[in-house]
């Protein structure tokens, strides 16, 4: 498994060289000059449009600038934002640990809702819990984001006044455990309505191949429950397609976050990215683009990994 491990590390640094040059090359080849963001316009002269380039490394060729961009990268220096003047490892760094909190909140919330819904609708297929576990997950999969984020905080922000629109916490120190909870819950629900329709489906289809094989009708046979045969002898292989998903779906959810954070004013990486976006912050959104690509090899190792973890016939030399 080690070695494994450490022959997909280096297998991902060509990976990485490819959608870092081609990353580079849209943001720079893309229309719009950025300089014109940061000055206003009764001082936008050439002359202090070109020393801003010149101060900013705009004057530069593209081959130029990406070659010092990435030399840069790889000593871990991720350059200055444009807007903000501060290191870009600063700004993501430190929004960071919240779009992973978000993330992972919304992960578990689609497992755990997920599995059993999956499961009750594969051994109780073509009744009502079917056909409503089934109507779920498809109207899961097709609700637009900022709609359903928007119906989420009318309802339960404004109306019933029971959960906070937008933040992450309130202003002041008290039960702030409770408090962050509380802003987390609209966030999760619709971060993970959608990957828990999806974890849904494929749950009902694992589920249904696995209980027509023939050790679960030998287990049948022998006299167990259902209980005992569907918790003891069919979840087991049932779940390792969805242990594979649940693991490719972590990308997933870091990009869904960005509309999630922006939706409710959640200060994550997405949030972000989405205003270096408008701004043509073009270091923040390299540096995000980085990362996010760390975190779907990431996603596709850890999917591996836990698929031999799930089955131990499966082994990687």
Do not use: C
């Not at 455990?177 to 694992?206: C, E, F, N, Q, W």
């Not at 209980?211 to 049932?238: C, F, M, P, W």
């Not at 649940?246 to 990486?269: D, H, K, R, Y």
């Not at 270096?276 to 779907?296: C, E, K, N, Q, W």
């Amino acid at each position: 498994m080690l070695r494994f491990i450490i022959r997909r590390l280096i297998q991902s640094i060509p990976l990485l060289f490819i959608v870092s040059v081609i990353s580079f090359a849209i943001i720079a080849l893309a229309p719009g000059d950025p300089v014109y963001m940061f000055v206003s316009p009764d001082k936008a002269s050439s002359q202090n449009l070109d020393a801003l380039r010149q101060e900013l490394g705009l004057d530069k060729s593209i081959p130029e600038r990406y070659y010092k961009w990435v030399t840069n990268m790889i000593r871990g220096d991720m350059g200055n934002s444009f807007a903000y003047g501060k290191p870009v490892k600063d700004i993501l760094f430190e929004a960071l640990p919240n779009t992973i909190i978000l993330a992972l909140a919304a992960e578990i919330f689609a497992f755990i809702l997920a599995v059993p819904a999956g499961i009750i609708s594969a051994i109780k297929r073509n009744t009502a819990w079917d056909y409503t576990f089934s109507t779920f997950s498809f109207i899961g999969v097709s609700l637009p984001t900022f709609w359903f984020g928007l119906m989420l905080i009318l309802v339960f922000s404004l109306k019933l006044g029971w959960l906070p629109t937008a933040g992450m916490r309130a202003n002041y120190e008290e039960f702030v455990l409770m408090d962050r909870i509380k802003h987390l819950i609209l966030p999760t629900i619709v971060l993970g309505t959608a990957h828990m329709a999806s974890i849904m489906r494929y749950m009902r289809a694992s589920m249904m191949e696995v209980i027509n094989q023939d050790y679960v009708r030998t287990a049948r046979s022998k006299g167990l429950t259902e209980k005992i045969v569907i918790l003891k002898h069919a979840l087991r292989n049932a779940l390792i397609p969805i242990i594979t998903l649940i693991g490719l779906t972590i990308p997933a959810l870091f990009s869904g976050a960005a509309m999630t954070e922006t939706i409710f004013s959640w200060p994550g990486m997405g949030r972000i990215v989405i205003s270096a976006t408008f701004m043509r912050d073009y270091p923040v959104m390299l540096g995000d683009l980085v990362l996010a690509s760390v975190t779907i090899i990431a996603g596709s190792l850890i999917a591996d990994i836990l698929y031999a973890v799930a089955d131990p016939r499966i082994r990687y030399d």
